[in-house]
Nanobody, 126 residues
Framework: QVQLVESGGGLVQAGGSLRLSCVASGPNVGNDALGWFRQAPGKEREFVAAIGWSGSTTYYHDSVKGRFTLSRDSAKNTVYLQMNSLEPEDTAIYYC???????????????????WGQGTQVTVSS
């Protein structure tokens, strides 16, 4: 069973930055693709970014391209989501998710990820 633990959320003013971390543990976790999703009140969970097991492949939602950067430290089984130029629209609970196997540009549906963390709240004030 893969376990995911997120951290790094908080309250920040618009234009500020936060870095989210997700530590993965469990069997063969190094072979899993990892992603971030977010869910705002009253809205569906949406894809933010994903990274392949090697760290060389990343995909981003158009709304965060150029502002968010996803990276992976395989030695620590940890992924980092650096979020810059935050906007009030980025306010949501952010979830880390793991997928067995590869990711593709079309791998953006929550149903394509098997394991989930409990989420961390990000609030951006205007």
């Amino acid at each position: 069973q893969v376990q995911l633990v997120e951290s790094g959320g908080g309250l920040v003013q618009a234009g500020g930055s936060l870095r989210l971390s997700c530590v993965a543990s469990g069997p063969n976790v190094g072979n899993d693709a990892l992603g971030w999703f977010r869910q705002a009140p009253g809205k569906e969970r949406e894809f933010v970014a994903a990274i392949g097991w090697s760290g060389s492949t990343t995909y981003y939602h158009d709304s965060v391209k150029g502002r968010f950067t996803l990276s992976r430290d395989s030695a620590k089984n940890t992924v980092y989501l650096q979020m810059n130029s935050l906007e009030p629209e980025d306010t949501a609970i952010y979830y880390c998710a793991a997928r067995i196997g590869m990711i593709f540009s079309s791998t953006r549906n929550p149903s394509q990820f098997k394991y989930w963390g409990q989420g961390t709240q990000v609030t951006v004030s205007s």
